[in-house]
């Protein structure tokens, strides 16, 4: 007899199949009657022949039955083909999207601009958290670099200081050449974000950035999502933000599906709160927390798996009371849903400034929310030796010796790094939670030993030196 007592969200059995059936429909409604707006010629001439599109000027109507169709083939593919997910009791922490062009500096706390100095001892943090479950390159792309370069740069701080990196993002395809050809010295696939831009148009910088790849066939994936903001580019219903948002992510599918059929696509469903005295996504808000769990719904509903969106992700822009409880609200729901990883540690501002300090603290507090996912186990074992040692420390008064505390409470109990368990009658002054985070961050920095070896080293500095020429 065994059991482990995890309290969880359920969400999957609270929204009912009637409603995300009537969205799917008028989504599909949507893409017949009011379409997406494509004025790639490329792509156009790609489509155009095609069973189930209509040009209407610049916008693609889509037939449902097409719609329809390939939704069933993505479902089947996603249940064959589903990804080991991760265990809800394993620790996980992602940088997200490594976009920061700030950083908070660990001797002033002023934010100041990520300069390649300040970047590599960043990444040189971020590796040397690895054994704590941080993966990730580097944070962001250093200032002190020329524009069309930043990105390139990115990616070989990345890879040559960090043991976990992946290929850096990027603006363009100019420089996403040399972003590729440094994934292909590390033997990393690569893949293309396309972005429907919200109100239901296909173009813009990420499409043109993807279409020289999926012209010529060299990328490994295309994913395709949108970021529809409610009352702002979609609806200010949460559920005609998300109509659209399927609208979007499906129209996308269906067309650069339909293009190029041979390149491996996937597609997610989403909408974003938009703030309307500031004009920008609000991360971390009550709102957002609950657009995310529900996008989680709708995307099971076209074949993906159950997960949590443990989000990092806070507007605030310093370690202060906002920023932890935006990170800790909206990642502690999303340890309650389902398994995942915590993305945007170390972040503020979404991901315009990266703070050593923060990253501390966000590990800390994924150790403890991952110690909240473990649960309470009760096993008939542990009854019997509860009843045993009861018998035998009932007469002395206390279990703090017995083979049993000594055995397995390590086990059991989590012990934090940073927080203080202490009451005021036991508690030695000292250094405070932001002192020890800054200890920790010099300390680790300090003792990075992880460096990229010599012949990949050499290949990836030769790809940036071509890059330089190029693109300075």
Not at 86 to 111: A, F, K, N, R
Not at 282 to 288: A, I, R, T
Not at 402 to 412: A, F, Q, S
Request: proline residues 5%; glycine residues 8%.
């Amino acid at each position: 007899m065994s059991f482990t007592f995890k309290p969880r969200l359920n969400i999957g059995d609270i929204v009912p199949k009637w409603l995300i059936e009537t969205m799917h429909e008028r989504a599909l409604e949507v893409l017949e009657k009011v379409g997406i707006k494509v004025t790639n010629k490329l792509l156009i001439r790609r489509i155009i022949e095609r069973n189930g599109f209509k040009l209407d000027r610049e916008w693609v109507k889509i037939k449902s039955s097409l719609v329809e169709d390939l939704v069933v083939e993505v479902r089947r593919k996603r249940k064959h083909s589903m990804m080991r997910s991760l265990s809800e009791e394993e620790l996980i922490l992602s940088p997200g999207y490594p976009g920061c062009s700030w950083i908070v500096d660990l001797e002033t706390d002023t934010i100041k601009p990520l300069t390649t100095e300040k970047l590599v001892e960043a990444t040189k943090l971020t590796d040397s958290l690895y054994e704590w479950g941080v993966r990730g390159g580097a944070p962001g792309a250093p200032v002190d670099v020329p524009p069309k370069l930043r990105r390139v740069a990115q990616c070989l701080i990345g890879y040559t200081y960090s043991r976990s990196a992946g290929p850096a993002p990027f603006e363009s395809y100019e420089e996403a050449v040399y972003i590729k050809r440094m994934a292909d010295v590390m033997g990393h696939g690569f893949g293309v974000d396309v972005y429907v831009i919200s109100p239901l148009r296909l173009e813009g910088i990420s499409l043109d950035r993807a279409i020289p790849f999926l012209e010529n066939g060299e990328c490994d994936w295309v994913g395709i999502t949108s970021m529809p903001l409610a009352g702002a580019t979609a609806p200010v219903y949460p559920v005609g933000a998300f109509i659209q948002g399927i609208s979007e992510a499906l129209g996308g599918y269906a067309i650069l599906h339909e293009a190029y059929p041979d390149i491996p696509m996937g597609f997610s469903v989403n909408a974003y709160h938009f703030d309307m005295r500031h004009g920008n996504i609000v991360f971390g808000s009550p709102e957002q927390t609950l657009m995310d769990l529900f996008s989680i719904v709708l995307n099971m509903f076209y074949g993906g798996g159950l997960h949590g969106v443990r989000s990092f992700r806070t507007v605030a822009k310093q370690v202060d009371i906002q920023a932890q409880v935006e990170k800790a609200s909206s990642a502690t729901v999303g340890v309650l849903t389902g398994p995942g990883a915590f993305i945007h540690a170390g972040l503020l501002s979404i991901d315009e400034i990266f703070s050593p300090v923060q990253l501390i603290i966000d590990c800390e507090l994924a150790k403890y929310l991952t110690r909240l996912a473990k649960g309470l186990e009760f096993t008939e074992d542990q009854i019997e030796l509860s009843i045993e040692t009861i018998a035998r420390c009932a007469l002395k008064g206390q279990y703090l010796t017995d083979e049993t505390t000594l055995k397995d409470y390590r086990r059991i109990y989590w012990t934090p790094e940073i927080f203080d368990y202490s009451l005021l009658h036991t508690y030695k002054p000292g250094l405070d939670i932001i002192a020890k985070a800054k200890k920790i961050c010099k300390e680790k920095i300090q003792t990075h030993r992880y460096q990229l070896e010599d012949e990949r080293r050499k290949k990836l500095e030769e790809i940036y030196r071509e890059a330089v020429k190029t693109l300075s």
